[in-house]
């Protein structure tokens, strides 16, 4: 089986057309971010000091200023530029990331089917989270061929009922909320012909910058002027929690400004608000930490998987089954800061999942 990957990133180009990557200096700036030592980060990477130096060196004179400087007590820290170029390709590959992985995809699709005829593969149709990128990473270190589309939860359960997937990834609100968002996916949904898999328990909530300067303390304070939020797109499961939570507490949507603002995953969420192009966003807790991030907690919420109960025994769907009920899948979720793997793998009816 052929895996194919595409990956973004940033290129400094001069204006005779000589470019280079920032590629490999960006993972040294994050070592001396962690390290305080260009030493230390050069040893990390397995790279002589002279060659990490020398790799520092050539981007400062492409920039024109220093990437780290010196700080009694700290050792060597990146500066402004420094914090400024790290940030920028977090940026550029977690907003990227999704559209990337949807072509790689379905580049190593087309091509396996060429080189191997009719390929039995899991299709899965899914609502972007953490734990599903696990599971796509796993299932493809077992050799498992799969499909993964990432989509609005709504779709993904209504492409399930049309049968052009095995797994539709959905979330539910645990609380009053609940009722509310099932209704949204009883319609595809026959208690007779479909089952859910649990996936996991996880945290939505707020990402603050690091020592949330403007003092946020919950939802109503989107509705201030002085706050730029950033949102994710119409029909999103996220974006239909947001609502109910914002109406629950007296927000007014159009009250907020950057509602309108839009991204597609929770990645992009945090990579906008580490930017500092905004001052709250609302998604998952991995993302936050991912960025450093502050987090406040809103909502937990249960992921499952539907599925044709038919289809359960069939080898691959069982292929699923087994790494979702395995030790190192669960320990890998539980890595996941704010999501719970305890019932990873659990299969439930769809009345039971959709009232909690």
């Known amino acids: 089986m052929i895996d194919v990957e595409c990956r973004a990133e940033l290129v400094l180009k001069d204006a005779d057309g000589r470019e280079t990557s920032l590629s490999a200096v960006v993972p040294l700036l994050q070592l001396v971010s962690q390290t305080g030592s260009i030493a230390n980060a050069a040893s990390a990477k397995g790279l002589s000091y002279r060659h990490a130096w020398g790799l520092l060196r050539e981007i400062e004179l492409r920039l024109g200023g220093a990437l780290i400087t010196k700080s009694r007590g700290r050792g060597s820290v990146l500066s402004e530029l420094g914090e400024t170029v790290l940030r920028a390709e977090r ?7 999704t559209p990337l992985q949807a072509v790689a995809n379905d580049v190593s699709v087309e091509l396996n089917r060429r080189l191997a005829g009719t390929v039995s593969q899991v299709r899965i149709h899914a ?5 599903v990128a696990t599971l796509v990473r796993a299932l493809g270190d077992q050799r498992v061929p799969v499909d993964i589309k990432y989509r609005e939860s709504a779709e993904a359960v209504s492409a399930l009922a049309r049968g052009e997937c095995e797994l539709a990834g959905f979330h539910l609100p645990i609380g009053p909320f609940r009722s509310t968002c099932a209704e949204i996916y009883r319609p595809h949904l026959d208690p007779d012909k479909h089952q859910l898999i649990h ?4 945290t939505q909530g707020l990402f603050l910058p690091k020592g949330n300067p403007k003092r946020i ?6 509705a201030r002027s002085d706050v730029r939020f950033v949102n994710r797109q119409p029909g999103s499961g996220t974006r239909m929690l947001l609502d109910l939570s914002l109406r629950s507490v007296g927000v007014d949507p159009e009250q907020i400004n950057g509602y309108a603002t839009t991204e597609l995953t929770h990645s992009a969420i945090a990579a906008f608000v580490a930017s ?3 001052d709250l966003g609302f998604g998952v807790q991995p993302a936050a930490q991912h960025f450093a991030l502050d987090f406040i907690p809103i909502v937990d919420e249960d992921y499952f998987f539907a599925c044709e109960r038919a289809r359960l025994d069939e080898a691959r769907l069982a292929s699923v089954l087994r790494i979702l ?8 979720v539980a890595h996941l800061g704010g999501y719970d793997p305890e019932s990873c793998g659990a299969v439930v009816g769809v009345e039971e999942g959709l009232d909690g």
Not at 127 to 131: E, K, N, P, T, V
């Open 325 to 332: 009920r395995s030790d190192a899948f669960s320990d890998s």
């Open 217 to 222: 303390a919950g939802l109503r304070d989107l």
């Open 199 to 202: 996936l996991t328990r996880r």
């Open 276 to 278: 500092g192009m905004a």
């Open 127 to 131: 609502s972007h989270g953490y734990a």
């Open 91 to 97: 940026m550029s590959s977690e907003r990227l990331e």
